[in-house]
């Protein structure tokens, strides 16, 4: 393996004879070396084969090479390593777009695997559109499964591709399910997550929600993805919040509602943005009595509502620290 210590950056043996890429596919990883394995065999065995694989490792502590090096000497695709300081998925995920040389990007948690079409199913579907619609779409959103094999979430209408956007995206907003998702490179190198210091999650909203308001997605009913919950480490568990969670959440706040302009959000959003800020600011105060790194509303509008939110979110706040946070 071929290994640039400056970017501590690995290199399987097909990795500079990738041939015609068409694909990246991608998986941020922290801590999680009991069921990586079967994410990276998924990609592995996808029937589409101009691909490569892209594995960022966030400064996971349980051994995750032990899992990584061996399947890069088995693998049969391009694959590349990326291991970088612990720095929050959304630095992992930039990590990855940075290098890819593929057209499209399909991202895989640690912690699921992928059918072995599904590269070819978004492949097909993309192939389908007519050439001369395409710039209006990002790329394919699809859908995933259950280990049991049941879609998670309602299904997509037949006829929501056709609907107008504001529309359309009403009703993904409404379906509460976890989707599978094939995007434009070039469209994400466009757009990288910010990486704030001192924040260690940046919500991927930040930039979808940026994106839909220039390009719609062709959404799918198609199995793209299997959806596990059993890792020890799944978002899906229930855990007790930290300092550091309410500090993501403020910066959190404070991006969209400096930034409002770019998002396809209403005024009734934009309070309830206001109002959970709010919460988060006081629940900083009391936690650190006022030593903290200030995040500030740009807006004196948004200040002068903080205001009016000031003994709601106090409550609020002292309800968060009993209930949701570690003692």
């Known amino acids: 393996m071929k290994e640039e ?14 041939g015609n890429i068409r694909v990246s596919v991608a998986t941020a990883v922290y801590n999680m070396a009991d069921v990586m394995p079967r994410a990276v065999e998924s990609v592995e065995r996808q029937s589409y084969r101009d691909i490569e694989y892209i594995i960022v490792d966030d400064g996971s502590t349980d051994g995750i090479d032990q ?28 990590a990855a777009h940075c290098h890819m040389r593929g057209e499209f990007c399909i991202g895989i948690d640690a912690d699921d695997e992928l059918v072995a079409d599904a590269v070819q199913t978004c492949l097909n579907i993309w192939d389908a559109i007519p050439e001369a619609e395409r710039y209006k779409y990002k790329g394919v959103v699809g859908r995933t499964v259950d280990i ?17 956007t504001e529309q359309l995206n009403s009703i993904i907003s409404k379906i509460n399910a976890e989707f599978e ?12 997550m910010p990486e704030p210091e001192g924040v260690t999650f940046v919500t991927e909203n930040i ?12 959404y799918v009913n198609d199995i793209l993805r299997i959806y596990h919950t059993e890792s020890d480490n799944s978002i899906t568990r229930s855990r007790k919040r930290t300092v ?3 500090i993501n959440n403020r910066w959190n706040d404070a991006f969209f509602l400096n930034h409002w302009d770019l998002y396809p959000y209403s ?8 109002a959970h800020y709010s919460v988060m600011e006081q629940i900083l105060r009391m936690k650190h009595r006022g030593q903290y790194q200030k995040c500030p509303l740009a807006k004196r509008n948004d200040r002068l509502i903080c205001h ?16 949701k946070m570690k003692l």
Not at 5 to 18: A, P
């Open 308 to 323: 009016f939110f000031y003994l709601p979110a106090v409550l609020a706040a002292m309800r968060y620290i009993h209930k």
């Open 267 to 274: 005024s009734m959003e934009r309070i309830r943005f206001l």
């Open 207 to 218: 930039r979808w929600g940026r994106l839909n308001k220039v390009y719609r997605s062709y």
């Open 244 to 246: 550091q969670n309410v």
């Open 5 to 18: 210590r400056k970017r501590s950056i690995f290199k399987n043996k097909h990795w500079e004879y990738g």
């Open 67 to 94: 899992v990584v090096f061996p399947f890069m000497e088995r693998a049969s695709i391009p694959v590349m390593y990326i291991k970088k300081e612990n720095g929050g998925v959304h630095t992992a995920r930039n």
């Open 181 to 192: 998702s094939m995007i434009l490179v070039r469209v994400l190198k466009d757009h990288p």
């Open 148 to 164: 049991e094999g049941n879609m998670i979430g309602a299904a997509f209408p037949d006829y929501i591709n056709d609907l107008p």
